[in-house]
Nanobody, 124 residues
Framework: QVQLVESGGGLVQPGGSLRLSCAAS????????MGWFRQAPGKEREFVAA????????YYEDSVKGRFTISRDIAKNTVYLQMNSLKPEDTAVYYC?????????????????WGQGTQVTVSS
């Protein structure tokens, strides 16, 4: 079972950028997707982006396409989420996820490993 620890969140102004990092330990070298979900106060968790550890195929939530980029560094056992052109509606706790065998899934129940989350606040 993979263990995940997020970092890199913070307070930024609209239009700003942040890069989230997810340090992984345990099983990471596979074709199964890892990625990011987010949860705003009072709202359900929603899918953000996912990537295959091997091959680096990706898919995104429509609302972040063109603004967010998911990537991974195998040597560092780390998954990243580069977030550009941030909007207030991006404010949420962002969770790194793994442990899924379902490519293309946007369902949090399909991901068995979750980090503790890192807060992203976009506000002027």
């Amino acid at each position: 079972q993979v263990q995940l620890v997020e970092s890199g969140g913070g307070l930024v102004q609209p239009g700003g950028s942040l890069r989230l990092s997810c340090a992984a330990s345990g099983r990471t070298f596979s074709s199964y997707p890892m990625g990011w979900f987010r949860q705003a106060p009072g709202k359900e968790r929603e899918f953000v982006a996912a990537i295959k550890w091997i091959g680096a195929n990706t898919y995104y939530e429509d609302s972040v396409k063109g603004r967010f980029t998911i990537s991974r560094d195998i040597a560092k056992n780390t998954v990243y989420l580069q977030m550009n052109s941030l909007k207030p509606e991006d404010t949420a706790v962002y969770y790194c996820v793994g442990g899924s065998t379902t490519w293309g899934s946007r369902n949090p129940a399909d991901f068995g490993s979750w980090g503790q989350g890192t807060q992203v606040t976009v506000s002027s």
